[in-house]
């Protein structure tokens, strides 16, 4: 096989693996079973693609095929769906990190993942203060400039990018998003050197300026580490302000 024919094959393999990620995310919550008919119409793939990816999803338990033609999720996914709950019941660790933030420093403290093109609110622990920035847990924001999309932007990047190492941390952004909120933030690790979230201080840019952040930088690095550790990670070396 020439290079031109690998190649050619190995796009081939992402194209068909990215149709069957497609109809797999076809299903939506509270269906049972799905025809032919409306996986079609949900997906945009015809019919014939549809069949000849089912085949193989089916013999690795992600579809199952009803005697009507119609389909439904395999029992593959729930094992899969247990496994990724099981990895990201983080919450014992990040909560206790979160409040330990909160009265060591007196702003709000959060940990955000990244979701796609946003990011999204994990976990949160208000600031006792009556001027906060109101998020709650779950909340989807954009991956803006801030300080936190800065980080799970640079560092939930597989391989790391190379300005990792130049990066001095916590970083701290103010007024970006927002002209009237500011946020510092910095990674944290899971096993396996894995990045596991942004781990986060925010408050009113009033209150919450550089020179208090500066103040509080300490305090953030602590707890990552400390919850890196907890975590069971390993943070690859970083350089820190």
Known sequence: M?????????LDGVASAGRAMTLLSAFRRGDDAVTLAELTARTGLVKTTIMRLAISLEEHGFLVRQSDGSYRLGAELFRLGSIYQQS?????????????????TGESASFYVR??????????????????????QGDLLPMDQSAIAHVLRVFG???LRDEVATIALPIY???????????MATPVFGP???????????GPL?????????????VLLNV??????????????????
């Open 88 to 104: 990201f019941r983080v919450e014992a660790s990040v909560m206790p990190a979160l409040e330990r933030l909160v009265a060591e």
């Open 224 to 241: 990552a580490d400390d919850l890196t550790r907890e975590l069971g990670g390993v943070a690859p070396g970083l350089r820190t302000c």
């Open 192 to 202: 396996g050197r894995n990045f596991a979230g942004a781990l986060c201080l925010t």
């Open 173 to 183: 952004t103010g007024g970006v998003s927002d002209p009237h909120v500011a946020g």
């Open 115 to 136: 979701s796609g093109q946003q990011r999204q609110c994990l976990y949160r622990v208000d600031s006792p203060h009556r001027l906060r920035l109101h998020v709650r």
């Open 2 to 10: 020439t290079a031109l024919n690998r190649a050619k094959t190995s």
């Open 206 to 218: 009033t209150r919450f300026t550089q020179d208090a952040a500066a103040s509080a930088s300490g």
């Open 157 to 159: 990047s597989v391989p």
